[in-house]
């Protein structure tokens, strides 16, 4: 299973960006997919998670600012970040899970500045 990032880059304080991670295997048949974030220095953090019922959970630094979505006719899991805030700036991760088993993607830079 190959899960591949993309989307980051750097942006001002207040702004959007669109994270996304396409996998090898369809999406729809894992049990959860998640974002994770990990900032210089600190450890990585749970940001959104999505499970099979498409119900969904946010960290609360990111609730109201982060949308995560999955799409499964592209097969593509997003994170649709608004507001974007300094303390937002790390790399993120998407991670996909099935069967207890964990696949992790490689990360993307998200900076942004103020």
């Known amino acids: 299973v190959q899960l591949q990032a993309s989307g980051g880059g750097l942006v001002q304080a207040g702004g959007s960006l669109r994270l996304s991670c396409t996998a090898s295997r369809r999406i729809s048949s894992y049990n959860a997919m998640d974002w994770y974030r990990q900032a210089p220095g600190k450890q990585r953090e749970l940001v959104a998670s999505i499970i099979s019922d498409s119900s969904t959970n946010y960290a609360d630094s990111v609730k109201g600012r982060f949308t995560i979505s999955r799409d499964n006719v592209r097969n593509m899991l997003s994170l649709q970040m608004n507001s974007l805030k300094p303390e937002d700036t790390a790399v993120y991760y998407c991670?996909?899970?099935?069967?207890?088993?964990?696949?992790w993607g490689q990360g993307t830079l998200v900076t942004v500045s103020s």
């Open positions: 991670r996909a899970s099935i069967f207890g088993i964990v696949y």
